[in-house]
């Protein structure tokens, strides 16, 4: 279908040219079979949710082996403690700050706890709008105002449920990607068949694996 109905590279620079709102607008009128949308927190949560139902689309999920589902965007990584580490109450006590209410309203970007990703919410006083915290600046809060819906309430709950809709992120050892990325292009290109491209990357992948084992 990519073969058939995409664009050719001739394209690629025009359409980076495309802002976001031309994007979504082509995807409502069949432009686009899909959209890839990269969310972040909640601001960027609800301007794409803007988006969406400006333009009568629907928010999907990922799609993935076993159905459909989402990635938080920046929390690509664990924290990992070696239990026969020396001074394990010392650890205990740094991450227990990591983790406290007041300092998770630090981190720019989403926290880790459900309850200051909600009271990152606050009312403008003065206008009357409804603001994301995003962490801070020496002393300062970093705040940026939030796109609402028509009501005027915010998509916090939207994005509440988006967040518990997360998944771990699947990713291929670089290897595998190598190659598939090698063996992917000449058939897009048209030079290969469908046929001899999955039958080159089924031997390839296959002896990537026999060879780390």
């Known amino acids: 279908m990519c073969r058939r109905y995409g664009s050719t590279g001739g394209n690629i620079g025009e359409m980076q040219q ?20 990269y969310i972040g927190d909640l601001e960027s949560f609800s301007q794409t949710m803007e988006r969406c139902i400006g333009n009568g689309l629907h928010l999907a999920g990922y799609p993935g082996d076993t159905g459909s589902g989402n990635y938080v965007l920046n929390a690509n990584g664990y924290l990992v403690v070696n239990r026969e580490a020396e001074h394990l109450d010392v650890i205990r006590e740094y991450i227990a700050l990591l983790l406290d209410y007041e300092n998770q309203f630090t981190v720019y970007g989403n926290s880790v ?31 940026s105002e939030l796109t609402l819906k028509a009501d005027g309430t915010s998509y916090l709950e939207e994005y ?54």
């Open 113 to 143: 706890r459900r309850d200051v990703i909600r009271d990152c919410v606050v009312q403008d006083e003065y206008g009357g709008g409804l603001w994301q915290k995003k962490g801070k600046f020496g002393d300062t809060d970093v705040t």
């Open 160 to 213: 509440m449920a988006y967040l518990e809709s997360c998944v771990p992120q699947p990713e291929y050892p670089s290897g595998i990607s190598a190659i598939l990325l090698e063996e992917l292009l000449p058939y897009f290109e048209g030079d290969k068949s469908v046929e001899d491209t999955v039958r080159i990357l089924q031997n390839r992948v296959q002896l990537y694996l026999d060879e780390g084992n």
């Open 18 to 37: 495309l802002t976001k709102d031309d994007v979504y607008r082509m995807a409502s009128e069949g432009e686009y079979v899909a959209l890839l949308s």
